[in-house]
């Protein structure tokens, strides 16, 4: 199942980053819960969102900043997939600095992106998804 779950974020991630919104979002289950870090704070508590149309805004406003995310990296772990983008520029949009990169943990069910969790730094998400 480990393999399933990274070939399906892979997938996932190459359309993001090919600009296909839709065709990513395929891969997100409709009832998607969303933990993100607000860009506005330099240190900021982690908010939830929930449902896919909420993810497609934010993507959709990334890319019309014309900002532009490759992945670094992509490791699962059970149902847990540690996700590395680096998106040159972002950190000019937010007050958090991170070398413009994101560190997210997907949970998979089912083929299905059922959750997303932005972490501050790979160590926590490496942390949260289980691995070393």
Known sequence: MTDQNEAVVREAYEA?????VARMLEFVAPDLEWTYLNPAFEDPEP????????????LERQAG?????????????????????RTPGIDQVRVRQAEDRNYLVLTLDQARIVKMH??????EA???????
């Open 126 to 132: 490496r942390s949260l998804a289980g691995s070393a």
């Open 16 to 20: 993001y980053c090919r600009g296909d």
């Open 65 to 85: 900043q014309g900002l532009v995310s490759q992945v670094e990296e992509i490791a699962a772990n059970g149902d847990k997939v540690l996700v590395v983008t």
């Open 47 to 58: 908010e939830t969102c929930h449902g896919r149309e909420q993810l497609q805004w934010a």
């Open 118 to 123: 932005a972490c501050k730094s790979r160590d």
